[in-house]
């Protein structure tokens, strides 16, 4: 029998991860399990189940539960945890959410840094809270680190913003497989016709150019008279200063068009799955992203993207996207028209879609974390 190699993987943070962060060490957990290495011993500091299924520091908190948190972070990550690497004394240590302990050096650290978003865009972050965080990120990178991150374009931000000396990976990560033949009753909640949708989901984030889908949206149907209707998916934004829910809103009000736009909130995993499968097309004009999430999750379920020319989001689509111009309506308005018309296009990206997302599957994302283990 090998010997097996001791691998702590740190998922303290699903206490209070969201979206693609959450995503990412559920998707390794699941692969842990789903394809278990004989030369391999994950070592969990956490039940990931059980930890993303915390609400005490999750959502609308108070401000005083808020501040708790932060600190209690801090102790765990540069106090709570090193001992933890002391008494399980593994041969790596991988930790998810950017920030690894700056005292534990007797170990090869693995830290994923998702984005270079903290340095590219610090006006969406409180100054003093950015600065801590980013310090937090530097100290832990030290010794024997190696740093992993979501795209090629991701590496090339980090390189470029964060001043980053360890050297970084590329590990592209598995999208959260969502539950298989869901019930519809979210289609008849919101009165939606099979194939006659837009699709948008993610959050109300300013960098999501939701605006600039709505303008687009509204131009498009000008111009063609479409039956489409348009679908957003998802929460308001992390923080007020990013936020963009109010502004789309008001336009949505503003161009009239308060019979053809729904706004649903949050849904559930089973309620998303439906709407991907049932979806005319999925649009994803975002200015900044890391990878992408929603691209591969619409591809599986046989959906055509169309995407902004945002270079993560042209790496990981490929060639199986339908590309306009970041943040101009009008390019985008124009490409909803090009799919509506050319049903030979929408097969065609409907069937390179579906050999794409192939490409991103559990057992890869995990073996490539693998390969990094000395």
């Not at 029998?1 to 060490?25: H, P, R, S, W």
């Not at 489409?228 to 949505?252: A, F, N, P």
Request: aromatic share 12%.
């Amino acid at each position: 029998m090998k010997t097996q190699k001791k691998i702590l993987v740190d998922t303290f943070y699903l206490n209070t991860a969201l979206t693609g962060i959450k995503t990412y060490m559920l998707e390794f957990s699941e692969a842990a399990k789903q394809f278990p290495q004989e030369d391999i011993r994950w070592i969990f500091t956490h039940h990931p189940l059980r930890q993303s299924q915390k609400t005490f520091f999750r959502g609308n908190v108070p401000k005083w539960r808020t501040l708790w948190y932060h600190l209690y972070y801090f102790i765990y990550k540069q106090l709570l945890l090193p001992v933890k690497v002391w008494i399980e004394k593994p041969d790596a240590l991988i930790c998810f959410d950017f920030v690894a302990p700056a005292l534990t050096k007797s170990c090869h650290k693995i830290t994923v840094v998702h984005d270079a978003f903290f340095w590219q865009m610090p006006q969406n972050y409180q100054s003093l809270w950015r600065e801590y965080f980013i310090q937090m990120i530097h100290s832990g990178i030290n010794g024997n680190t190696t740093v992993v991150t979501t795209s090629q374009y991701s590496k090339r931000a980090l390189e470029k913003h964060a001043g980053i000396t360890a050297p970084i990976e590329v590990i592209y990560q598995c999208p959260k497989l969502l539950p298989d033949n869901p019930e519809p009753g979210i289609m008849e909640k919101w009165h939606l016709r099979p194939r006659k949708f837009l699709l948008h989901v993610g959050s109300f984030d300013r960098r999501k150019n939701l605006p600039v889908l709505v303008e687009a949206f509204h131009s498009f149907l000008e111009n063609s008279g479409s039956d489409l209707e348009l679908v957003l998916v998802g929460e308001k934004g992390l923080s007020k200063t990013v936020d963009d829910h109010d502004k789309v809103i008001d336009l949505i009000q503003k161009k009239k068009l308060g019979q053809r736009v729904k706004v649903t909130g949050f849904l559930t995993d089973q309620d998303v799955k439906c709407l991907y499968d049932h979806a005319f097309a999925y649009v994803f004009p975002s200015s900044n992203e890391g990878f992408g999430i929603p691209v591969i999750e619409a591809m599986r379920s046989g959906v055509p993207v169309i995407i902004s020319d945002q270079e993560a989001l042209v790496e990981i689509a490929g060639e199986a996207a339908l590309v306009h111009e970041m943040g101009n309506a009008e390019s985008l308005s124009e490409k909803l028209s090009l799919l509506e018309k050319n049903p030979a296009l929408q097969y065609e990206l409907v069937q390179k879609g579906l050999l794409r997302w192939k490409q991103f599957g559990r057992e890869e994302f995990l073996l490539s974390f693998k390969k990094l283990i000395h």
